[in-house]
């Protein structure tokens, strides 16, 4: 029973540059919710994605964006980047029923030159 | 709004020592729920224990448990028999209208 995938592991842009981030959910799981996490911080919510559209949004920028396919995989999308992009981005997954059980994925660390 | 305030950046313990990791949260909620994650170098959140508002005993999973005093609205995290592989960022979070809030973390060292 794979977890939580996420690729890529680490990534490397340039300011102004656009990058997207793929997550695929645990086995059985619908829904899935990114996170970015600053150095020294804790992980701050994006937005949360079931059924393909976005049901909830943190206080996060439109240059974040995302996506949610029929098979419950997500992307995240940044556009316009800027220096302070850089962070580890975390995919979570969970059961729409359960949704007090979050699974986490290895992350994708972004680095924004 | 919900807040998750760890005041400890870091810690260290000696191997086989036990150690406590502090939490408080603030929340208007009746009923809700806390949980502590530890994230090793590799980046991955782990999940370790959950507690909820109106659970009347304290979490227990294997070496960790969660010391809940709801009066205080602190829910600290107690790692019992410290091994070398304890050595990680440590979080307290709840969880309000399905997102995690999580409080900064506690880099947790284990000495040998």
């Known amino acids: 029973d794979a977890g939580v995938t996420q690729s890529p592991t680490h990534l490397i842009k340039t300011r102004g540059q656009q990058v997207t981030l793929r997550c695929s959910p645990k086995s059985g799981h619908d829904t899935v919710s990114w996170y970015q996490q600053a150095l020294g911080q804790g992980p701050q919510f994006i937005f949360q994605?079931?059924?393909?559209?976005?049901?909830q949004r943190g206080n996060f920028p439109d240059r974040f964006s995302g996506h949610q396919f029929p098979n419950y995989s997500s992307e995240l999308n940044v556009n316009a980047l800027l220096l302070g992009d850089s962070a580890l981005y975390l995919c979570?997954?969970?059961?729409?029923?359960?949704?007090?059980?979050?699974?986490f994925g290895p992350g994708t660390r972004l680095t924004v030159l | 709004a919900q807040k998750i305030t760890q005041t400890q950046p870091g810690m260290f313990v000696q191997e086989k020592e036990a150690v406590t990791l502090d939490c408080t949260y603030d929340t208007s909620d009746q009923s809700y729920g806390l949980f502590w994650y530890k994230q090793p170098s590799s980046g991955e959140m782990i999940f370790l224990i959950y507690q909820g508002s109106y659970d009347e005993q304290n979490a227990t999973e294997g070496r960790y448990s969660l010391n809940f005093q709801k009066a205080r609205k602190s829910a600290n995290l107690v790692i019992s028999a410290s091994q070398l592989g304890d050595s990680a960022m440590y979080f307290c979070a709840t969880l309000r209208t399905y997102k995690y809030i999580f409080g900064t973390g506690t880099r947790l060292k284990v000495l040998a």
């Open positions: 979570a997954s969970s059961f729409i029923e359960e949704a007090d059980t979050q699974y």
């Open positions: 994605y079931y059924e393909e559209e976005e049901r």
